[in-house]
């Protein structure tokens, strides 16, 4: 989302300033002609050291202008201009709000100069975001005491935050979009920027959201998706999130209303019926939960994790002949978790297949170790991580098992394989273990089988 801005080159300013003394007309002399070359010598420098010793001679011109006439206007917003070039942007802004002051019809220009200063630092912040994050950081802040009323570098800030687990900073970052976005417009902004702003606040929001879900504030994170919704009533994943945070705050009715609403709504993700899934299964609902982990299946057939979750709330609902051919299908994806064997011969039992299920639990039985506790996480856009444990029942300690992994897509055709090898623990001892799949196509799902 961070991309590199153009400099403002017009706009039409629609603040007034505060006016504290009598307004004092800019006033032409020596030091304000010799300032005025200097600013123009620097702007038009090929090489950033002329650069800066055309912006050092012209701050250095604008100060003895300001000694020998300290109400002169013009003097103070040169002074800012070349503070800003040399990146002293706290004195720059010092700087202008004295000219602003002095002669408040210089607001426009002060605002345009403000913004051109405040873009020139974004740009050179995202160039430095990847090499040194905590230089990137320092600019990002560094251009927000010199314009504040543009939400981009609120939205960087944000991010590299909540990268270094400083979640509450983060949060305040993210209501720093939403307060420039909400606020009064400046100037004129083109159609895309504020179209762009939108969903800018939109990201910022539902950040907030999941900071606050994941910091224990459910109260807080129901606001922030509300206010998502109050905007953009048809957006999904606030509709799912604020459901997840009714249910952590206790308002568990609610919840449901939103759940029932994301189950018959044909334009809900996978990722929202996951979530309408989970939030079911917590309130015990378990046909409603079945329903909903359904819809990820019918979406996904190689999700296995919501396979199996799906599996045991039609078990919680007695609901064994609609189990019976996706327990089969769990078990055949996940050959050695004693769950699958469990939930399949609880339908064939059900379903009056007595002699299959006796003969499944002999099968379990005989398992010399079991894989439990499987999920599966997304890598960047393509990639995926299956984490997982492998329980010994009846090998030797520190014998190595070789599992293959199968990747899939949504649609659930092959992506390829990742071989892994574990090794075992004593009996009954649990090896945790991961294994990370790349692709230049989404994953969707997966499954293993036993290699040796």
């Known amino acids: 989302m ?14 007034c300033a505060a006016t504290s003394v009598e307004a004092q007309e800019p006033e032409d002399n020596k030091f ?21 010793v055309a912006y050092q001679k012209a701050l250095d011109l604008a100060l003895d202008g300001i ?6 206007s013009q003097s103070h917003f040169q002074a800012a201009r070349a503070y800003m070039g040399l990146g002293r942007y706290a004195e720059a802004d010092s700087s202008f709000s004295k000219a602003e002051e002095l002669w408040p019809e210089y607001l426009d220009e002060t605002l345009l100069h403000r913004e051109n200063g405040w873009v020139e630092a974004y740009n050179e912040a995202l160039e430095l975001a990847d090499v040194d ?47 420039t976005i909400d606020q009064p417009t400046t100037r004129d902004r ?37 206010a998502v919704l109050d905007t953009d009533p048809d957006n999904d994943q ?9 249910a952590a705050g206790g308002e568990g009715d609610a919840a449901l209303d939103l759940y029932e609403q994301i189950l018959v709504d044909t334009a809900s993700s996978e990722y929202d019926y996951y979530n309408a899934g989970v939030g079911f299964y917590r309130a015990e609902v378990w046909d409603r939960a079945a329903v909903a982990f359904r819809g990820v299946v019918d979406r996904n057939p190689m999700h296995r994790d919501a396979l199996q979750n799906m599996a045991q709330s039609m078990v919680l609902a007695q609901q064994y002949e609609e189990l019976l051919p996706f327990s089969k299908k769990l078990l055949e994806m996940d050959p050695q978790n004693e769950f699958a064997f469990r939930f399949h011969a609880r339908a ?25 506790n499987l999920r599966i996480i997304s890598i960047g ?10 329980v010994n029942k009846a090998l030797e300690e520190g014998v190595s098992v070789k599992l293959r992994f199968h990747f899939f897509d949504r649609m659930g055709t092959d992506l390829g394989t990742k071989d892994i090898e574990v090794g075992t623990g004593g009996a009954d001892v649990a090896m945790e273990f991961r294994v990370e799949f790349s692709s230049d196509q989404s994953v969707g799902g997966y499954s293993y089988e036993v290699v040796s």
């Open 190 to 226: 083109e159609e895309e920027t504020l179209t762009t702003w939108v969903t800018f606040r939109t990201t910022a929001l539902l950040n907030i959201g999941q900071l606050y879900l994941g910091t224990d504030q459910p109260e807080e994170a129901a606001v922030a998706y509300q």
């Open 133 to 179: 994050e905590q230089a990137a950081l320092d600019l990002f802040l560094k251009a927000n005491i010199l314009y504040q009323d543009r939400p981009e570098t609120y939205l960087s800030i944000a991010s590299i935050l909540a990268g270094r687990a400083e979640y509450q900073e983060a949060i305040d970052a993210y209501k720093e979009v939403v307060r």
């Open 2 to 15: 961070n991309f590199r801005l153009g400099l403002i080159l017009a706009g039409s300013a629609v603040l």
């Open 32 to 52: 304000t002609g010799l300032a005025s070359i200097s600013l123009e010598i620097a702007r038009t420098a090929m090489l950033p050291i002329d650069a800066t």
């Open 348 to 372: 064939l039992v059900e379903t009056g297949s007595t002699d299959e299920a006796v003969a499944l639990m002999v099968e379990m039985e005989e398992l010399t170790f079991l894989v439990d």
């Open 381 to 390: 856009s393509t990639g995926a991580r299956v984490e997982g444990v492998l």
């Open 67 to 72: 000694r020998a006439l300290p109400m002169n």
């Open 238 to 246: 606030a509709k799912s999130n604020l459901a997840i945070a009714l």
